[in-house]
T-cell receptor
Framework: EPEVTQTPSHQVTQMGQEVILRCVPI?????FYWYRQILGQKVEFLVS????????KSEIFDDQFSVERPDGSNFTLKIRSTKLEDSAMYFC???????????FGPGTRLTVT | KNEVEQSPQNLTAQEGEFITINCSYS?????LHWLQQHPGGGIVSLFM???GKKKHGRLIATINIQEKHSSLHITASHPRDSAVYIC???????????????FGKGTHLIIQP
């Protein structure tokens, strides 16, 4: 069964460093999403992506964040200068259509020290 | 902005009991999603529904669009059902809103043998 994959599973970085989180969505999906979950809190929407551009973004997704689909398979989230409060689990999801069921990856746990 | 409320926050039950988890939301939606999150953090989609009722194995999900309310039921509960169950809603497209999901805080379910 096709699945969304994410790498790395755990990333530790120092404050101020850049990190890139990688996702491989399900191959025939067209809609891509990033969410994050701070420990003990609810999952929050960051950004959605379709047709090689951002569809929507939340207030959390400020200028420190960017997304890219550099080739036909990968979907990346870049945090330019990490802050302590960026420590969270980051989930990638993909869907076959807008509003369709979303399939989540296993997440990347980002720890900023 | 949609507000998603779940109840109860925590639920401990004995194996075999019938479980009900409730979700309410404040603004019209395109669809409601029930998700399961295990201790390792991964998120699995259980149901997506926009009306009526869906059943998968021992799981049943219902939604009342007029009442802005959904329930997730587990029949003959088993210790392996222990997880966090999350309700999430997708925006109503007539409003042109973001297509990312808005999540509830989740219900932490423990089924004791």
């Amino acid at each position: 069964e096709p699945e969304v994959t994410q790498t790395p599973s755990h990333q530790v970085t120092q404050m101020g460093q850049e990190v890139i989180l990688r996702c491989v969505p399900i191959s025939n999906h067209l809609y891509f999403y990033w969410y994050r979950q701070i420990l003990g809190q609810k999952v929050e929407f960051l950004v959605s992506f379709y047709n090689n551009e951002i569809s929507e973004k939340s207030e959390i997704f400020d200028d420190q964040f960017s997304v890219e689909r550099p080739d036909g398979s990968n979907f990346t989230l870049k945090i330019r200068s990490t802050k302590l409060e960026d420590s969270a689990m980051y989930f990638c999801a993909s869907g076959g259509d807008r509003g369709a069921e979303q399939y989540f990856g296993p997440g990347t746990r980002l720890t900023v020290t | 902005k949609n507000e998603v409320e779940q109840s109860p926050q925590n639920l401990t039950a004995q194996e075999g009991e019938f479980i009900t988890i409730n979700c309410s939301y404040s603004v019209g939606i395109s669809a409601l999603h029930w998700l399961q999150q295990h201790p390792g953090g991964g998120i699995v989609s259980l149901f997506m529904l926009s009306s009526g009722k869906k059943k998968h194995g021992r799981l049943i999900a219902t939604i009342n669009i007029q009442e802005k309310h959904s329930s997730l039921h587990i029949t003959a509960s088993h210790p392996r059902d222990s997880a966090v169950y999350i309700c999430a809603v997708g925006p109503s497209y007539s409003g042109g809103g973001a297509d990312g999901l808005t999540f509830g805080k989740g219900t932490h379910l423990i089924i004791q043998p």
